[in-house]
């Protein structure tokens, strides 16, 4: 038999309450394992032969536990998968601002300092289809973002129309705060085909009225309410099924809000909306939250807390597998771009000057070596703690721009990785990968 190696993306431990458990990074798979596999492992580390059941050694080498490439030949071949992944371009993702201009006032808002009431130029769009048709695609992933991108709706229709006329094919997404969503805008949508809208609700009503004021109406929450019960009963009677995802922002102040408003939208319609938390971060706040900001190393209590006090089941203690990197910002034909034409590479460089790379208006690059940086100093195959660690391939050394600033945070997985799989142990007992 071909010689097999033990990948250095696996972790196994031997857990008090159920014995050897293993998380296979490359593939992000599960295993229990029986004493006598263990044993066979060990003995197969140390030179003897390997005398494991056949099923389970197919389900090795399906998983990478066991493969017939070493750490080092892995390495290489992500590279070739990342490279690959690189030159594929005949599509180009765009995340657009037509306004930083907004209708809230978020208290943690970090656009705060850009905000103005401009719009794009209805002419910019020319631009923007000649940078894509100098770079010989014919495919946009357009993201709406702002500011609050409803706002420019005029700009959205144009683009719409310009980009059809030109021949590209567009795919669409918004992120909203949800307060100008008609019925008229919603069948705008269906029209577009737009596949996915995200809307964020910090909350019950006194909540996410605190949190999230409208400039003019104390009740942002109940003028949400009755757009998503319109979005809701349009997409039922058109047969318009877009992935519509509520975003709850949560920091220490609102943390026990997020169940709240995850059951009463389940309660009223079902599995229609997907319901998720985020940390608010400090990067992207105006004001100073340390104080309130929950991070990686306390996420695990809260969603603990989720789990036991909540009964939140769909909380998950295992970690999601990314594709080939953490963020589009470390992808060549992705680009973000603001009121005024600048272009940059991440979402939250959007409104800093210096930070933009291309300026759509003069058609010329102007901090080409931000976008070198995104794309090859946050490549985490280099970073030693990465190369080694057995969440690479799901983790990917996370998010480009604190790798950037020195701010690199390791996935909540990793550090509470034991605690973690007996969770997921638990709540996957009624699974087959128990050996
Ligand atoms: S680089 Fe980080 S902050 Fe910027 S868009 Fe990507 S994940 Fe978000
Ligand atoms: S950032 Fe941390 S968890 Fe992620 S791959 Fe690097 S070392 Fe592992």
New binding site residues.
């Given amino acids: 038999m071909e010689k097999l190696y033990w990948s250095k993306r696996n972790y196994l431990f031997k857990s008090e309450k159920y014995g050897w458990l293993l998380y296979a990074g490359l593939s992000n798979s599960f295993f229990k394992l029986s004493d006598e596999l263990k044993k066979a492992i060990d003995d197969y580390k140390q030179g003897k032969e390997l005398n494991i059941p056949q099923d389970v050694l197919a389900k090795f080498q399906k998983t990478g536990v066991l493969s017939k490439y070493t750490d080092e030949e892995f390495d290489r071949l992500y590279l070739l998968k990342w490279t690959k992944m690189q030159a594929q371009n005949d599509y180009m993702n765009l995340t657009i601002a037509p306004t930083m201009n907004c209708n809230f006032r978020c208290s943690y808002c970090f656009e705060k300092n850009f905000r103005n009431t401009k719009m794009m130029d209805l002419s910019l769009t020319q631009n923007i289809i000649d940078f894509a048709n100098k770079r010989k695609v014919k495919r946009l992933n357009v993201a709406w973002y702002g500011g609050e991108p409803l706002l420019g709706l005029d700009f959205i229709k144009h683009f719409n129309h310009e980009t059809y006329e030109a021949g590209f094919d567009v795919s669409q997404s918004i992120v909203t705060n949800g307060y100008l969503l008609t019925e008229e805008v919603v069948k705008y949508f269906d029209f577009i085909w737009l596949k996915n809208i995200q809307i964020t609700l910090d909350g019950n009503k006194e909540t996410h009225n605190r949190r999230r004021p409208h400039v003019d109406n104390p009740d942002s929450f109940g003028r949400i309410m009755d757009n998503l019960e319109m979005l809701y009963t349009y997409c039922n009677f058109n047969g318009y099924w877009p992935n519509v995802n509520i975003r709850v922002n949560i920091d220490k102040t609102n943390e026990d809000d997020y169940p709240k408003i995850k059951n009463m939208l389940y309660k009223k319609y079902g599995t229609f909306f997907n319901v998720y938390y985020a940390f608010i971060h400090d990067s992207n706040s105006c004001v100073d939250k340390s104080e309130v900001i929950i991070n990686t190393e306390n996420e695990k209590d809260y969603k603990e807390k989720l789990d036991k006090k909540y009964c939140i089941d769909d909380e998950t203690f295992y970690p999601t597998q990314f594709g080939n990197c953490f963020c589009g910002a470390q992808i060549l034909n992705n680009y973000v771009i603001d009121a005024e034409g600048l272009m940059y590479k991440c979402w939250e460089d959007i409104g800093i000057k210096e930070k933009a790379i291309y300026n759509l208006n003069e058609r010329q690059f102007n901090n080409v070596l931000r976008e070198a940086d995104f794309i090859i100093k946050t490549q985490?195959i280099f970073?030693e703690?990465?190369k080694n660690?057995f969440?690479?391939i799901s983790?990917?050394?996370?998010c480009p721009k604190h790798s950037l600033e020195n701010k690199?945070?390791?996935?909540v997985f990793?550090n509470n990785v034991q605690i973690f799989l007996e969770r997921h142990y638990e709540k996957s007992l009624h699974k087959d990968f128990i050996y």
């Fill in positions: 985490a970073d703690n990465c660690c969440m690479f983790c990917q050394g996370g690199k945070k390791c996935h990793k």
